[in-house]
């Protein structure tokens, strides 16, 4: 049972932008404290990018995306966005959106603490 969906990937050029989004069912969502935002690159393993809690109001990011990676979340449609500006080829991996019951400000939080799972988005940025 899909619980989490991704979408908004796509390719585009060094420098440009994308906005990913992560829609959850009303009760999923209602379940969660905190969505954050891992992402995996080709040969590399999956790494933490950024989480928000809508509960804590707090967000947190990786250095490498500070600055240009924004999260925002509407509770009414049961959705999380990640708007990416300035993207580099660095950038490029397959973006997951996963959910968690509890919040913390450590960056990176353990992933075994995200316990529901998107099945990822992919994001191209060309050079």
């Known amino acids: 049972q899909v619980q989490l969906v991704e979408s908004g990937g796509g390719l585009v050029q060094a420098g440009g932008s994308l906005r990913l989004s992560c829609a959850a069912s009303?009760?999923?969502?209602?379940?969660?404290?905190?969505m954050g935002w891992f992402r995996q690159a080709p040969g590399k393993e999956r790494e933490f990018v950024a989480a928000?809690?809508?509960?804590?109001?707090?967000?947190s990011y990786i250095d490498s995306v500070k600055g240009r990676f924004t999260l925002s979340v509407d509770n009414a449609k049961n959705m999380v966005f990640l708007q990416m500006n300035s993207l580099h080829p660095a950038d490029t991996a397959v973006y997951y959106c996963?959910?968690?019951?509890?919040?913390?400000?450590?960056?990176?939080?353990?992933?075994?603490?995200?316990?529901?799972w998107g099945q990822g988005t992919l994001v191209t940025v060309s050079s």
């Open positions: 996963a959910g968690d019951r509890h919040w913390t400000s450590v960056v990176p939080p353990r992933r075994a603490n995200f316990y529901v």
């Open positions: 009303q009760r999923t969502f209602s379940s969660l404290y905190a």
């Open positions: 928000i809690s809508w509960s804590a109001g707090s967000t």
